[in-house]
């Protein structure tokens, strides 16, 4: 429910993620709501699954949050690992 909050990336940014992945798995775990909802990660877990990585580790947080509160997160985490045009990061 919180990978649309950001726009997907780029073609090169993917790829870049990709052959990551490949070479070294999922170093940075994914960060799970308690109903195992992606709050940060889904593009690694897309990934993982297409070069057959079956396990990847995750944080799960225990349902303290709410659910602007996972929002907010999604939105913070990402926000500060991509390289975002300052229009794409006032949306």
Same mark, same amino acid.
């Given at each position: 429910?919180?990978e649309?909050l &950001?726009?997907?990336?780029t073609?090169? /940014?993917?790829?870049? &993620? ?11 775990p994914?960060?799970?709501d308690?109903e195992?909802?992606v709050?940060?990660?889904?593009n690694?877990?897309?990934i993982?699954k /297409? ?8 944080h799960?947080?225990?349902?303290t &949050?709410?659910?602007? /509160?996972?929002?907010?997160l999604?939105?913070? &985490?990402?926000?500060a690992?991509?390289?975002?045009k300052p229009? /794409?990061r006032k949306?």
């Open positions: 429910p919180y649309d &950001l726009r997907p990336l073609e090169d /940014e993917r790829a870049t &993620l990709k052959r990551s992945i490949k070479r070294h798995g999922v170093c940075q994914v960060i799970v308690e195992f909802n709050i940060d990660g889904a690694r877990v897309r993982a /297409e070069v057959g990585i079956q396990t990847v580790a995750y799960r947080w225990d349902g &949050l709410t659910p602007e /509160e996972k929002r907010t999604a939105i913070e &985490l990402n926000d690992r991509r390289h975002l229009g /794409e949306a």
